[in-house]
């Protein structure tokens, strides 16, 4: 529809590579070593930040 992306765009978050490629980063942030969250989950799902609205 208007503005939204069709569900062949968006990544299925709940696939073992997708779900071990978020682990990755929640070991980076539990271990103190991920500065800006967002930006590497978005990195890591290939997602770019300038497409999505403001939150």
């Not at 939204?4 to 980076?28: C, F, M, N, W």
């Amino acid at each position: 529809m208007f503005g939204k992306k069709s569900q062949r765009e968006i990544e299925d978050l709940t696939t073992p590579e997708a779900v071990a490629r978020g682990q990755k980063v929640y070991d980076r942030i539990v271990a103190g070593k991920c500065k800006d969250v967002r930006a590497e989950l978005d990195a890591v799902h290939g997602r770019d930040r300038q497409d999505k609205r403001a939150s």
